[in-house]
């Protein structure tokens, strides 16, 4: 069990450029969601898989998020034209299922993106 | 929906002393999660310790234990003997128990700052 690991753990773009970030949950975990913290707020949600089905997408997720999950394993979410009010945190995080204690999420490092 | 009130911005205490973390919180589900996560500086979130609504007893981990107050809708987090590596922001969260989504719903967070 090496944790959920997510890449880059920084990036820094220009307004309107495209970013991808990339997520590994912990294995055998079939639960994935995506949360965006900015400076000195709680995350909030922002989607949710459960193996491969994209399940809910919080209001927050605009038209430019995208966020996959092909063969339930890893995730990717991609902001397209990014603009300032992107920097944030992203953050992943991974549950098994809830008979299995699926109510506890554990959390990766982050992506921290900075859009100048 | 759900939301989760974290009133005190900071807090500071002294090595070995106690301190209690205050949390409030609204839903209209009789069955639902809480938790007591804690984010270091630069390092990733991890699970400090969590209640079941349908448990009485308050949960206890090691130094960290909670006061849970259904009624009130009040679920408060102490930590005895405060140890530097205590020094965190911590984050009240709130899960409910749908067997759908299980989102975790954030308060803002609070700032602990441990003196030696």
């Known amino acids: 069990d090496t944790g959920v690991s997510q890449n880059p753990r920084h990036k820094i773009t220009k307004r309107g450029q495209n970013v991808t970030f990339r997520c590994d949950p912990i294995?055998?975990?079939?639960?994935l969601y995506w949360y965006r913290q900015t400076l000195g707020q709680g995350p909030e949600f922002l989607t949710y898989?459960?193996?491969?089905?994209?399940?809910?997408k919080s209001r927050l997720l605009s038209d430019r998020f995208s966020a996959e999950r092909p063969k339930g394993s890893f995730s990717t979410l991609e902001i397209q034209r990014t603009e300032q009010g992107d920097s944030a945190m992203y953050l992943c995080?991974?549950?098994?299922?809830?008979?299995?204690?699926?109510?506890?999420?554990?959390f990766g490092a982050g992506t921290r993106l900075s859009v100048l | 929906a759900q939301t989760v009130t974290q009133s005190q911005p900071e807090m500071s205490v002294q090595e070995a002393e106690t301190v209690t973390l205050s949390c409030t919180y609204d839903?209209?589900?009789?069955?639902?999660?809480l938790f007591w996560y804690k984010q270091p500086p630069s390092r990733q979130m991890i699970l400090v310790i969590r209640?079941?609504?349908?448990?009485?007893q308050n949960a206890t981990e090691n130094r960290f234990s909670v006061n849970f107050q259904k009624a009130a809708k009040s679920f408060s987090l102490k930590i005895s003997d405060s140890q530097l590596g205590d020094t965190a922001m911590y984050f009240c969260?709130?899960?409910?128990?749908?067997?759908?989504?299980?989102?975790?719903?954030f308060g803002k967070g609070i700032t602990l700052s441990v003196r030696p």
């Open positions: 209640q079941e609504a349908y448990k009485q």
């Open positions: 898989f459960q193996n491969e089905a994209q399940l809910e």
């Open positions: 839903t209209s589900e009789n069955n639902y999660y």
């Open positions: 294995s055998e975990h079939n639960r």
């Open positions: 969260a709130f899960m409910t128990e749908t067997g759908a989504n299980s989102k975790l719903t």
């Open positions: 995080a991974s549950s098994p299922r809830l008979g299995a204690g699926g109510y506890i999420q554990y």
